[in-house]
C-alpha cells in the first residue's frame, strides 16, 4: 500500500512538472502576439496609407510566423519526450526549467528583432536585434539536447520504452539542427549582408532531412522508421 502511495505521489509530482511546461509554453506562444499593434493612422486615413503601414509591419509579422511555428515545435518535442519519462530528479527539473528559460524569452528576442529589422531600419543593416535572437535560438537548441541527452541516457533511469535504432542519437542530433542552422544567419550578417542572412533559416528542413537520412542508414530498420515519422 506504502509503494503504491508513492507511485502515485510521484505520477502526480510528474505531472505537475508537465502542466506546468505547458503553462509556459501557452503563455510564450501568446506573448508573441502583442508585439503585432493594429496599425494607428489619425490623419489623411485612406487604403493606400494602411497598406503602407501594413508593410512596416510584415517584418514583424515574418518573424512572428516563424517563431510561433518554432516554439510550437519545441511543444511539440517536449510533449514527445515526456512521454516517455517515468521518473524525476533535481537535475531533470532543472534543466526543464532552464529549457523553459530560452522559451520564454522568446517573445523579447523576436520583438526585439522584429522592432529593429525592417522598413527604413533595412539600409542601416543593424546587426545586434539578429544576434540577440539567434543566441536565443542556439541557447532552446542547446537545453533541448541537454534534456534529451539526460532522459535517454538508461543509467538515470527516467525513462522506459524509449525506441532503439538510435532514436535517442537523432533526436539528439536533431535538437542541434535549427541553432546551427540559425547560427549560419550571422557570419553572413556581419561578414556579407544582413538581408541575405533571413533566408538561412529556409535551410532547417533541408538539414532535418539530410540528418533523419543519415540515421536511417546507419541504424535503419523498418521499425525504426515508423517511430521517427
Not at 506504502?2 to 505520477?11: A, F, I, P, Q, T
Not at 542552422?181 to 549582408?193: G, H, R
Not at 530498420?221 to 515519422?229: D, L
Request: proline content about 4%.
Amino acid at each position: 500500500m506504502e509503494h503504491l502511495h508513492h507511485e502515485l505521489k510521484k505520477e502526480f509530482q510528474l505531472e505537475r512538472m508537465i502542466l506546468f511546461s505547458d503553462a509556459v509554453f501557452a503563455i510564450a506562444i501568446t506573448l508573441l502576439v502583442i508585439d503585432l499593434k493594429v496599425p494607428q493612422i489619425h490623419e489623411n486615413i485612406s487604403d493606400k496609407a494602411l497598406l503602407g503601414e501594413l508593410a512596416q509591419l510584415l517584418p514583424k509579422l515574418v518573424w512572428f510566423i516563424f517563431t510561433f511555428w518554432l516554439i510550437g515545435l519545441y511543444w511539440t518535442i517536449h510533449h514527445r519526450m515526456f512521454g516517455y519519462v517515468i521518473n524525476y530528479n533535481r537535475k531533470l527539473i532543472w534543466l526543464n526549467l532552464f529549457f523553459l528559460l530560452t522559451i520564454v524569452l522568446m517573445p523579447f528576442s523576436t520583438g526585439f528583432y522584429g522592432e529593429y529589422s525592417g522598413g527604413s531600419l533595412v539600409e542601416k543593416q543593424l546587426k545586434v536585434p539578429m544576434t540577440v535572437y539567434v543566441g536565443n535560438i542556439c541557447a532552446t537548441g542547446i537545453a533541448n539536447y541537454l534534456l534529451w541527452s539526460y532522459i535517454g541516457n538508461p543509467r538515470n533511469k527516467l525513462a522506459e520504452h524509449l525506441p532503439g535504432g538510435g532514436f535517442v542519437q537523432l533526436a539528439k542530433a536533431r535538437s542541434l539542427v535549427v541553432p546551427l542552422a540559425s547560427l549560419l544567419m550571422l557570419p553572413v550578417a556581419w561578414f556579407i549582408n544582413v538581408f541575405f542572412a533571413v533566408f538561412m533559416p529556409a535551410l532547417i528542413p533541408v538539414y532535418m532531412g539530410l540528418c533523419k537520412r543519415y540515421f536511417n542508414r546507419k541504424y535503419g530498420t523498418t521499425k525504426n522508421r515508423q517511430h521517427q515519422k
